[in-house]
């Protein structure tokens, strides 16, 4: 089984940036996802980004497209999810899950993922 590790959040001012990690220890299966999805206060966990394993391919929210961009270190087992331009709204809880599978247009889609990190918590000041 996966366990997973997110760091990284902390308090910004809004319009500054943040990275978050994911780090993953366990068995790694091939062809796998990682994403990211955040929990704002009294809201529901909504997707953010996810990237493919095999080819690194990646898929974003509309809300955070040419802001936040995710990456990988598979040497580091190490997810990464760069956020420029944060917005008080960005505000709330970030997790990492994985997936056993590469997930297409299914990527944000919480039930779709196997196994979840605690997650990391990120306050956006205005």
């Known amino acids: 089984e996966v366990h997973i590790v997110e760091s990284g959040g902390g308090l910004v001012q809004a319009g500054g940036s943040l990275r978050l990690s994911c780090v993953a220890s366990g068995f790694v299966y091939d062809d796998h996802a990682v994403g990211w999805f955040r929990q704002a206060p009294g809201k529901e966990r909504e997707g953010i980004s996810c990237?493919?394993?095999?080819?690194?391919?990646?898929a974003y929210a509309d809300s955070v497209k040419g802001r936040f961009t995710i990456s990988s270190d598979i040497s580091k087992n190490t997810v990464y999810l760069q956020m420029n331009n944060l917005k008080p709204g960005a505000t709330g809880v970030y997790f990492c899950?994985?997936?056993?599978?590469?997930?297409?247009?299914?990527?944000?889609?919480?039930?779709?993922?196997?196994?979840w990190g605690k997650g990391t918590q990120v306050t956006v000041a205005s």
């Open positions: 899950a994985e997936a056993y599978k590469w997930l297409g247009g299914g990527w944000g889609l919480e039930p779709n993922y196997d196994c």
């Open positions: 990237i493919r394993d095999r080819d690194g391919s990646t």
